[in-house]
């Protein structure tokens, strides 16, 4: 079956860096769009950052600039690497692929805060 497990997260100063890695096993990888999605406490879960098969990026406004979507596609693995964190990037980030049919990670917390 298709597994999405997400890693890298952490708690992390105001201004620091982290990378998320998302490794998917089960599916061909190469042909899903794949995703990383947010949810804060409290809030709904939120679009951050899409990378199509082709390579295509996309991004939420507020995390353009800071944060860069990439595929491994001879790993299977999808990255976040955010820098310039902000304690409103703290939420709980899950990976999500897409192909017609939706599969999601269980999710890994990134804490900003000094």
């Known amino acids: 079956q298709v597994q999405l497990v997400e890693s890298g997260g952490g708690l992390v100063q105001p201004g620091g860096s982290l990378r998320l890695s998302c490794a998917a096993s089960?599916?061909?990888?190469?042909?899903?769009?794949m995703r990383w999605y947010r949810q804060a406490p409290g809030k709904q879960r939120e679009l951050v950052a899409g990378?199509?098969?082709?390579?295509?990026?996309s991004y939420a406004d507020s995390v353009k600039g800071r944060f860069t979507i990439s595929r491994d596609d001879a790993k299977n693995t999808v990255y976040l690497q955010m820098n310039s964190l902000k304690p409103e990037d703290t939420a709980v980030y899950y990976c999500?692929?897409?192909?017609?049919?939706?599969?999601w990670g269980q999710g890994t917390q990134v804490t900003v805060s000094s």
């Open positions: 089960g599916m061909i990888f190469s042909i899903y769009t």
């Open positions: 999500n692929a897409v192909r017609g049919l939706l599969y």
């Open positions: 990378v199509t098969s082709g390579g295509s990026t």
